[in-house]
């Protein structure tokens, strides 16, 4: 396993390939190395209140970490805001209202993203919008001086996506168990 805190020493925004059947164990580890740092954790593929749960099952503190559900009120009605630990918006493919949501996480201080994962984000966007926005959430975590780590599946449909995504991050992490 890597140490997430010596990475991001050397370079500030990570795009972390995690292979598919390691990666629940993977990405709740790289969660408890960073929980002291002020996370904001941008869900696509689980709702806020599930991956809540799911740390605190692997006995990860949550206190410091935000969150953008992107997936909640594509299930159920839910309010924009569940608590002041997470904004919902309205889709995976409301891109816009994500990057709304991060920013407003960020002006609060919240300046480690973590973005749960570009793989459910190309489930609901074609390549172009979804390499758009990366190139646009880099851009501004570099202006911000944040720290950003995109999660990435290890699958071969999105290696041409996830080429160029590599080429916009300071480096790409191959992470293993």
């Known amino acids: 396993m890597i140490d997430i805190n010596a990475e991001l020493d050397k370079e500030r925004i990570l795009l972390l390939l995690v292979p598919p059947f390691q990666y629940h164990q993977i990405t709740t580890d790289l969660v408890r190395q960073l929980s002291k740092e002020k996370i904001c954790y941008i869900t696509m593929n689980k709702t806020y209140l599930a991956v809540k749960e799911d740390l605190a099952k692997d006995g990860v503190d949550a206190k410091n970490i935000v ?28 891109l816009t209202e994500i990057s709304l949501a991060i ?21 609901y966007e074609k390549k172009a919008p979804v390499t758009q926005f990366v190139l ?15 999660y990435a599946v290890t699958l071969d449909e999105n290696a041409g996506m996830l080429k160029q995504v590599g080429m916009f991050v300071d480096k790409v992490v191959e992470v293993h168990s």
């Open 136 to 150: 646009s959430m880099v851009n501004k975590l570099r202006e911000a001086d944040a720290y950003g780590m995109f």
């Open 103 to 123: 920013a407003e996480f960020m002006r609060r201080g919240y300046n480690h993203i973590i973005f749960d994962s570009l793989n459910d984000l190309m489930i």
């Open 67 to 94: 969150f953008v559900d992107a997936i909640s009120k594509t299930i159920k009605q839910v309010k924009d805001r569940i608590d002041d630990s997470c904004i919902c918006v309205s889709s995976p493919a409301a």
